[in-house]
Every structure is written in C-alpha cells, then in structure tokens.
C-alpha cells in the first residue's frame, strides 16, 4: 500500500514515525514522508528531516521524504495524497482532554474533513 505519512516534529509526531515504519516493515507499505514544520514553531525543517531519515536508517524499509515549505501543510498534505495517488494518509490523531475528551489539532481536522484517500489517525 502506498502511505503518505504527515510529520511536524512533535512527540505526537514521534509515536506516527515510528508506528508507520512498524507497520511498514511488517505489511510491506510503500512509504512517504511528508515533513512540515508547525506555524506557531517547535523544530526546524532540516531538524525534523534528520529525526525522520535517522529513523529510516535504522529500520529496514526504504522511504521517501518531502518538504512541505512555505505552504499550508494541511491543505498540502491532502493534495499530494490525491494528486500522487496515495491510498492511505496518516497524520497524529490529536490527544484526549482531561474530560476524556479527543482534540484534534487544526491540521488533522481539516485533513479528516478534507481528504478524499483513507486517512489514518495514529495515537
């Protein structure tokens, strides 16, 4: 299966990173990931592309890794998935409130409503 797994630099981000690549390494999914960095700050592009090719290295899979810019990264995320004809994207699937409650952050909301492929959310 062809994956395009979103990736921000957070620890939420962390968790998707390293269930995609389990997963991939277990049910041969073709993976891309595409790496942003989060508009109110947090890493750098260039330091979340070392986490994700350093992650990458020590597994056994091969990827891909591309650079969403100065971009929307939820309106690109959905983009490439339908343009490059992905059949799954994944993005963090946000984190519970104390009520127990599931927040889900700006980026993974609209990819939820937005999207058109099968959008997987990792917790």
Known sequence: MRVLVGIEGSDESDVVL????????????SLTFAIFAKPEGGQDLDTIEAIVSAAIEESSIDA????????????????????????????????????????????????????????????
């Not at 490439?80 to 699937?93: D, H, P, S, T």
Request: no cysteine; aromatic share 4%.
């Open 64 to 123: 891909i890794i591309t650079r969403i810019d100065d971009r929307d990264p939820a309106s690109e995320l959905v983009a490439i998935a339908e343009r490059e004809g992905f059949e799954q994207l994944v993005v963090g699937g946000g984190r519970d409130t104390p009520l127990g409650k599931r927040y889900l952050g700006r980026i993974t909301e609209f990819v939820l409503l937005n999207a058109e492929v099968t959008v997987r959310l990792e917790r």
């Open 18 to 29: 390293r269930n995609a690549i389990a997963r991939a390494e277990e049910a041969g999914d």
